[in-house]
């Protein structure tokens, strides 16, 4: 980690913020407080960038409701959106052989993907009626109900739209599973393969990632990464924290990202993300 004494005198014009487990609280709702912090940073002339790995359909009312943030990075760098009109301005695809060969995957690991086309995550029907029926025991299942939408085949709407895909996520129930399936995902050729909770595996394109996504953003504004700042919670957040000036890792965080950070910030259920703003943003 740096020294904090160093990353006090930088002067930081973006702040990038992951959401899930980072920038929302254990109940997936953003604080009175981060709201108020976030807005008055915007005031005082920061660039406030939501960095997700949520496609653009799957940001809550609640976070475009916050004045302060301009933009929106979705599908783990898909996209660069307007946060509150939903103008794609930066595009990233996977490149169509990629998207055959996790159908090939999807098929000989038995697991269920997610498929983000356009701002919008799509899931079997199958799985989508057992979590809603049944429920799930390793991620949110309102979640799921409310941002995922069901096809009769996953796969075939994949297929169909290889040339526009922008994210992929291969659910497992069990860690075991994930662990048997993952040298197979990872050695895939044209993607880069990321997670954002322990269940998952997400392929992106090669060069998909906040990080690039954030170097557009900052070459568009003319902001030199000294003067990012950027928070997260999952190793899908490493390389933007990698290339901040300041890399901010929540008590929570989990998957080696605090051993990539600058700086260890409070927990998501405690304001971590205000704290930092307040500490490295408005130096108070």
């Not at 915007?42 to 790995?53: F, L, Q």
């Not at 760098?77 to 055959?100: C, K, M, T």
């Not at 990321?194 to 504004?221: H, I, M, Y």
């Amino acid at each position: 980690m740096k020294n904090v004494e160093d990353l006090l005198k930088l002067n930081i014009r973006m702040v990038a913020l992951d959401l899930d487990g980072t920038t929302f609280n254990s109940a997936g709702d953003i604080t009175d407080r981060t709201v108020s912090v976030l807005e008055e940073a915007a005031a005082a002339g920061a660039h406030i960038v939501v960095s997700t790995g949520r496609s653009y359909a799957s940001l809550p009312q609640h976070i475009k409701d916050v004045s302060g943030i301009e933009y929106a990075i979705t599908s783990n760098g898909a996209h660069v959106n307007l946060l509150h009109s939903g103008e794609q301005i930066y595009s990233d695809f996977l490149d169509p052989g990629a998207v055959r060969r996790i159908a090939e995957l999807k098929e000989e690991t038995g697991a269920d993907i997610e498929v983000f086309i356009n701002g919008r995550a799509f899931v079997d029907e199958s799985y989508y009626n057992d979590v809603k029926e049944n429920g799930c025991t390793y991620r949110n299942a309102q979640y799921v109900i409310w941002s995922r939408r069901p096809v009769p085949d996953v796969t075939s709407l994949m297929l169909e739209h290889a040339h526009e895909i922008e994210n992929v996520n291969f659910i497992f129930p069990t860690l075991e599973q994930l662990a048997a399936a993952k040298p197979e995902i990872c050695a895939m050729e044209n993607a880069n393969v990321t997670s954002s909770f322990p269940n998952n595996l997400e392929v992106g394109g090669p060069n998909t990632s906040k990080r690039t996504a954030l170097l557009w953003l900052t070459d568009q504004l003319g902001i030199s990464h000294d003067e990012l700042m950027c928070c997260g919670d999952a190793p899908n957040d490493m390389a933007m924290l990698e290339l901040a000036g300041i890399g901010v890792a929540v008590a929570n965080a989990w998957g080696g990202l605090k051993d990539h950070a600058d700086y260890v910030t409070g927990s998501n259920d405690d304001d971590g993300v205000a704290m930092a703003i307040e500490k490295f943003v408005l130096k108070r």
